[in-house]
């Protein structure tokens, strides 16, 4: 693909079945690179290979089919890329910043309980609520499995700086500016105590891979942005250009996941739904020159 033609990616996890937000972020991808004059790349984000099975790949892609996108060559998965992601995890081990952190989500969560009961004062909490690691732990002499942790502080310390920025566009194209300060995270997992890559890292290597230019979301990853922009800056990445769209939410105004068992496309579909009844229910623009399918 020429440089200069703008690269964006559906990405997938194929550890269930998609629903009506995956259906609105797909369909904002494929209008953006349209719009833009890009390519759109679909990819499986199969880090979780315990929960990884094929016949959620094949749904997905019926499920995709029937929705009416469409992408660029083979869909391409993050195992394609284990070794590029271990080199990049290697180059960060070589400059000190990651360790070993042996404690479980149980244990960090009971000692920012303690803490704060003890001592009266808020527990410091990463946007998306979960409590920091314990600094005086980093260094624990504990064997066993672990998770692979990023220091935040030594890589603020590594890059000179105490915020990161990086640009949003809109869908004329149009560019802003987003900033936000490091410190507003703690040291967030790299590698999973099961060996598993997680999504924050394996997305910032695998997307420079792919060529991936401009990356479309939900605003549930906006804060997220932070951490993979360091990470882009501490691997000497190209920095890509963001959208964070609108959410679909439930009837209690939490955002729809997989983990909440939100209704699947596959059931919609089985319930006799079509493509543009779907699409009024997203509050999406139906084709009028297309019929609805099922």
Request: contains cysteine; charged residues 25%.
């Amino acid at each position: 693909m020429p440089a200069s033609q703008p690269v964006f990616r559906f990405a997938p996890s194929p550890n269930g079945e998609l629903h009506i937000g995956h259906a609105l972020s797909a369909l904002t991808n494929q209008h953006l690179a349209r719009t833009l004059g890009g390519v759109m790349l679909l990819r499986f984000d199969d880090t979780d290979r315990s929960r990884v099975r094929p016949q959620f790949e094949a749904q997905i892609l019926d499920d995709l089919n029937w929705l009416g996108i469409e992408w660029s060559g083979d869909p391409v998965r993050f195992t394609d890329a284990r070794a590029q992601i271990d080199a990049c995890l290697q180059t960060l081990r070589l400059k000190d910043l990651t360790f070993q952190a042996h404690l479980s989500r149980r244990q960090i969560k009971d000692a920012a309980v303690s803490y704060e009961r003890d001592t009266g004062t808020p527990w410091p909490k990463d946007p998306d609520g979960a409590p920091f690691y314990p600094a005086s732990l980093q260094e624990s002499t504990s064997h066993g499995a672990a998770a692979e942790r990023l220091r935040i502080g030594v890589a603020a310390q590594l890059l000179g700086k105490d915020k990161v920025s990086w640009t949003e566009f809109d869908e004329t194209g149009a560019e802003h500016m987003q900033e936000r300060a490091i410190a507003d995270w703690g040291d967030v997992v790299l590698r999973a105590k099961s060996g598993d890559d997680v999504y924050t890292f394996a997305t910032v290597v695998h997307d420079q891979l792919i060529g991936v230019s401009h990356i479309v979301r939900g605003l549930d990853m906006l804060e997220n942005t932070t951490v993979q922009r360091m990470l882009q800056d501490l691997l000497g990445l190209p920095q890509p250009l963001y959208h964070h769209h609108r959410l679909i939410l439930d009837e209690n105004g939490r955002k729809l996941s997989k983990s909440d068992k939100s209704i699947s496309l596959r059931a919609l579909r089985a319930e006799g739904m079509t493509r543009d009844q779907l699409l009024q229910r997203i509050g999406w623009p139906a084709p009028q020159t297309t019929s609805s399918t099922m």
